[in-house]
């Protein structure tokens, strides 16, 4: 069972360049989301879904784009990279997030460590 | 927007004593979960606490949810070397679906 899966581990990317962060998971959860994190600010909400078709901003939404057409796939896309936009990224799924049926933890894939330049 | 802040920010302890995290949030919450993050690692949730007041125990952590719902606490009695890492409240809403993280709070044991 891999759980949630990002690619890739670690990207360099030149200012203005643009990329997609992958984030797959295998549990069939509805809800996913993309995380930042940087030195003393903890992990601030990009974007997120509650599931196929429908996304959402979170705290940070400027600069990133997201869509989730499947279930298992939520990427996130950085369409001009900018040097503010270095940091470690997080993508994380959960089943249910009104947390209907009892307590939903949030699984977190392995990060993508982005450096822009 | 809804604020979650912890305190401290850093925690150097010997081992053996004690340690505790406080999380505090700008709004009432509907519940709020704790994860732990190893250096180098991505976060680990944890446990959630939904109820006013709640207090759970998992060995030698205890959580707990304040009355009003807008704060929590998380405590490490006799810490251990493997007990290093950074703690994380994350808190939710009602009627959203957004988990908002606190600030984190890093904790370094001295053996």
């Known amino acids: 069972n891999a759980g949630v899966t990002q690619t890739p581990k670690f990207q360099v990317l030149k200012t203005g360049q643009s990329m997609t962060l992958q984030c797959a998971q295998d549990m069939n959860h509805e809800y996913m989301s993309w995380y930042r994190q940087d030195p003393g600010m903890g992990l601030r909400l990009i974007h997120y879904s509650v599931g196929a078709g429908i996304t959402d901003q979170g705290e940070v939404p400027n600069g990133y784009n997201v869509s989730r057409s499947t279930t298992e796939d939520f990427p996130l896309r950085l369409l001009s990279a900018a040097p503010s936009q270095t940091s470690v990224y997080f993508c994380?799924?959960?089943?249910?997030?009104?947390?209907?049926?009892?307590?939903?933890?949030?699984?977190f894939g392995q990060g993508t460590r982005l450096t822009v330049v | 927007g809804q604020q979650v802040m912890q305190i401290p920010q850093y925690q150097h302890v010997q081992e053996g004593e004690d340690f505790t995290t406080y999380c505090n949030s700008s709004?009432?919450?509907?519940?709020i979960q704790w994860y732990k993050q190893r250096p180098g690692g991505h976060p680990v949730f944890l446990i959630q606490?939904?109820?006013?007041?709640e207090v759970k125990k998992q060995k030698r952590l205890t959580f707990q949810f304040g009355e009003a719902k807008k704060n929590s606490s998380l405590h490490i009695t006799a810490t251990q070397t493997t007990d290093v890492g950074t703690y994380f409240c994350?808190?939710?809403?009602?009627?959203?679906?957004?988990?908002?993280f606190g600030t984190g709070t890093r904790l370094k044991v001295l053996a």
């Open positions: 994350a808190g939710r809403t009602s009627g959203t679906y957004k988990y908002i």
């Open positions: 606490l939904v109820k006013s007041g």
């Open positions: 709004t009432t919450l509907s519940n």
């Open positions: 994380a799924s959960s089943s249910d997030p009104s947390d209907r049926l009892g307590p939903t933890e949030a699984f």
